[in-house]
């Protein structure tokens, strides 16, 4: 499958895989509907990670920030656990560029407990329950209205690095197409990410 992959990185757009113009401006299309610009401060939040522990992003950040990916389920989702397992495969490289990395989804904190344990990740996953913060962000999903779906709630796979003051320093979007047209099944990868956080 051909990847679509557009950064944000101040007000230019950057293609990391080379695709057809078309598809470019159909993902720069939907996902500049998504979420607070570069430059913005992003939306306080305070969500508890996969142990319990109440956090924000000031005590998720590095020196630089944190760098937090908004998923769907690692419940339910291969993609999205995909992605996070890449993501723990290339945390030192994150932190050695000064960035933590955190994911965040709808789960519970049991959920991601137990992923956590069965898959040994370090890195801050975040129970968004109620999808408080997604919908703060303005990243859900809309595809998913009906309430009785399990994806009612989910965000549009969408990443932001911000800093330890919540401004937004990048964003990272995926596929073009929301959830009914399977955009959430490519991803970004962590070292286009670091490259791009590199790059600044």
Do not use: K
Not at 56 to 67: C, I, W
Not at 81 to 91: D, F, K, N, S, V
Not at 102 to 114: E, F, M, P, R
């Amino acid at each position: 499958m051909i990847r679509s992959v557009m950064i944000a990185l101040g007000l230019s757009l950057v293609p990391v895989s080379a695709q057809a113009q078309s598809a470019i401006e159909a993902a720069s299309e939907s996902a500049s509907q998504f979420g607070p610009v570069v430059g913005a401060v992003a939306p306080p939040f305070s969500v508890s990670d996969a142990t319990g522990q109440i956090r924000t992003v000031a005590d998720l950040s590095g020196e630089e920030g944190v760098v937090i990916y908004f998923n769907r389920s690692l419940g339910w989702c291969p993609f999205c656990l995909r992605q996070t397992l890449e993501l723990e495969e290339h945390l030192d490289r994150f932190g050695a560029a000064g960035w933590n990395v955190a994911v965040l989804t709808y789960d519970s904190v049991d959920t991601l407990a137990q992923v956590a344990e069965r898959r040994g990740l370090s890195m801050a996953l975040l129970a968004d329950e109620g999808s408080l913060v997604i919908d703060a962000f303005g990243v859900r999903d809309p595809v998913y209205a009906d309430p009785d779906h399990q994806a009612y709630g989910v965000p549009y796979p969408i990443a932001f690095a911000l800093r330890p003051n919540g401004e937004v320093a990048a964003r990272f979007w995926h596929e073009a197409g929301l959830g009914e047209q399977r955009g959430y099944a490519t991803r970004v990868s962590a070292l286009d990410v670091i490259n791009a956080l590199q790059a600044r």
